[in-house]
């Protein structure tokens, strides 16, 4: 997707934005969508003259702002654009100190039970990703081959 049109895309959804975390104002965050050709701003205070060297999605200071950045080539449609957005959008909210763990929080602990660190977890998504992207299997037998997974 163009930058053009990812930003009008987001820029419409920011008219009625989700409430997705408590005092977390997505419609408040500053964006910076682009593409290989231009970067479109979306409420941020101080644009840039001249584009920054922008190579991902992330969050990062544009401007002397914190922005989230988010490239249109990610994303074919609404339905892609603007989930990769609010993500983008809660890293920078985190990065401002709008988010911070409650007393007695041991990150490393919490890691220790994210699912991504399971072997059989790991094992799954592997197959999940081979079954979608494999465009010679047919979508029932596909359906099937994820409902019988043993995990």
Request: glycine content about 6%; cysteine-free; proline content about 9%.
């Amino acid at each position: 997707m163009e930058a053009k049109r990812a930003a009008r895309l987001l820029a419409a959804h920011l008219e009625q934005p989700l409430e997705v975390w408590s005092e977390f104002d997505v419609g408040r965050i500053p964006f910076a969508v682009y593409d290989e050709r231009e970067v479109r701003y979306l409420n941020h205070p101080s644009p840039p003259d001249e584009p920054p060297e922008l190579y991902a999605a992330t969050g990062m200071e544009i401007g002397g702002v914190l922005t989230a950045v988010v490239p249109a080539a990610y994303a074919k449609d609404e339905a892609e654009l603007v989930p990769l957005a609010y993500h983008e959008a809660f890293h920078v909210y985190q990065a401002a100190g709008g988010f911070e763990p409650g007393p007695g929080f041991d990150f490393f602990a919490a890691l220790a039970y994210y699912p991504e660190l399971d072997a059989d977890y790991l094992a799954f998504g592997m197959l999940e990703d081979r079954l979608y992207d494999d465009a010679t299997i047919p979508l029932d037998e596909k359906a099937a081959a994820l409902a019988n997974a043993a995990y």
